[in-house]
């Protein structure tokens, strides 16, 4: 299986902040990369496919960016509802893995 | 609404079984391939199964191979887990969750299903 492993695991970040995740692959994944945001008790939302593809709905201030194994989230001007924790996944092969994730925490 | 809504988890013994059901609705169920994923108290999300959108093709993780069966009814728009040989590491919230559109990421969750496996 391809290890995904992402950096930070915990982000003290404050409102109005960019911050940055980072996910890195243990294998090429072909740009075959998405992003996931989770609160507390809710279903992970997906933000990012494709590496650097919005979802629609998705505020601009997140970016994802990245290619080969070497990727990142970005989001700028941290808002209240962004404190949460990102996974990474990728489905470059028959058996798709997240990174351990990353929790932005005020 | 497009949602999914997942029910059956429940507290079972070691080495008991548990049948998982995922009932979708607000899209076309037979255009979409399906998955579970699961994610163990306190951690992180770990992808179980997938089957395909007509039910013929289906993927384990190792860690569910051989002891979980996927399946799906779409005339009744419903996604299951048949779940044997459960183990104290198959505690989890299990989440249904459809495949985007020819890919393998996941772009619609439900809101997930506790199984805990304790004596």
């Known amino acids: 299986d391809i290890r995904l492993t992402q950096s930070p695991s915990t982000l003290s970040s404050s409102v109005g902040d960019r911050v940055t995740i980072s996910c890195r692959a243990s294998q090429n994944v072909n740009n075959w990369l998405a992003w996931y945001q989770q609160t507390p008790g809710k279903a992970p939302k997906l933000l990012i496919s494709r590496a650097s593809n919005s979802e629609t709905g998705v505020p601009s201030r997140f970016r994802g960016s990245g290619s080969g194994t070497e990727f990142s989230l970005t989001i700028d001007n941290l808002q209240p509802d962004d404190f949460a924790t990102y996974y990474c996944q990728q489905y470059n092969t028959l058996s798709p893995t997240f990174g351990g994730g990353t929790r932005v925490e005020l | 609404e497009v949602q999914l809504v997942e029910s059956g988890g429940l507290w079972v013994q070691p080495g008991g079984s548990l049948r998982l059901s995922c009932a979708a609705s607000?899209?076309?169920?037979?255009?979409?391939?399906m998955n579970w994923v699961r994610q163990a108290p306190g951690k992180g999300l770990e992808w179980v199964s997938y089957?395909?959108?007509?039910?013929?093709?289906?993927y384990y993780a190792d860690s569910t191979k051989g002891r979980f069966a996927i399946s799906r009814d779409n005339a009744q728009n419903s996604l299951f887990l048949q779940m044997d040989s459960l183990g104290d590491d198959d505690t989890a919230v299990y989440y249904c969750a459809r495949s985007a559109w020819k890919s393998w990421h996941f772009d619609l969750w439900g809101r997930g299903t506790l199984v805990t496996v304790s004596s």
């Open positions: 089957i395909s959108s007509r039910g013929n093709t289906k």
């Open positions: 607000g899209f076309t169920f037979t255009d979409y391939s």
